[in-house]
């Protein structure tokens, strides 16, 4: 794709793709490919005919993490002066469901990318880990935050601490995938969830995880409530009477994302 140096983007039906593409940096996150994703995730955000966003890498590697030689020279004040990894906000606050599809490394940043995602799914080859301790530092892009609060404290604090590498059926057993798949039918899959989600109707996906982010980052009771406006404010669209209408009459909905 013209538009990016270190990704391809494609749309297929209401669902866009984004494949991580340094395949000599084994997908290493550096500034250009937070630029990249970022840009490309809010394009696909910004058009009504996409419900659904993959995000995945390669068959050796979703990410091995933030890229090591472009940040080893930098100092603390250098850090944060370019606010090194601040774009990443941006890529977890897009209103589309995402979905990670993850075969190989996902380490460090690429682990944390794949956090910021509503769905994980994961090839029975892929592997996660944390290992920043290893190299001086801390989880950057909000490791150490999602988690804690995916994983319970126990399991992400020896993630954290340890650096240890985990395969898919740890991770699924920690509550870090939504499901693992055969390496062979990892992108089958990921087309058909995403557009499971994607033929959804818009405003009910949108409303949806937002509520969910809700519930990562507030009390119950806010949630409840955030939950509760989200939930009848969706009596004002088509879709929903739609929705509604279909299963009165036995027949399938036809939504127009209304
Ligand atoms: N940054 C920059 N380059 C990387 C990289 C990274 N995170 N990970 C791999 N590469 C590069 C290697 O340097 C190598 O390049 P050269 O051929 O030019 O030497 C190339 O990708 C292939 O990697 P390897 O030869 O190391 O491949 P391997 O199969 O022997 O090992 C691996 C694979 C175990 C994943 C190993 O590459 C590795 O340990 N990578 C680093 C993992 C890591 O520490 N990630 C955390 C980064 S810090 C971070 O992410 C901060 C944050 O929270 C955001």
Known sequence: DAEYETIRVEQRGRVGWITLDRPEA??????????????????????????????????KAFAAGADI???????????????????????????????????????GGGCELALMCDVILASDRAKFGQPEVQLGVIPGMGGTQRLVRALGYYKAAELVLTGRMIDAA?????????????????????????????????????AAKAALDVALESTLAEGVRFERQAFAALFDTADQKEGMAAFREKRSPSFTHR
């Open 26 to 59: 084994l997908n290493a996150l550096n500034t250009q490919t937070m630029r990249d994703v970022v840009a490309a995730a809010e394009a696909f955000d910004a058009d009504e005919g996409v419900g659904a966003i993959v995000v995945t890498g390669s068959e």
């Open 170 to 206: 740890e991770a699924e057993r920690a509550g870090l995938v939504s499901r693992v798949v055969p390496a062979a039918e990892l992108l089958d899959d990921a087309e058909s969830t995403a557009r499971t989600i994607a033929e959804k109707p818009l405003p009910a996906l949108y």
């Open 69 to 107: 030689k472009e940040m080893e020279q930098k100092s603390g004040l250098d850090m944060m002066l370019t606010d090194h990894f601040g774009a990443w906000t941006r890529f977890a606050a897009v209103r589309t469901p995402v979905i990670a599809a993850v075969s190989g490394y996902a380490l």
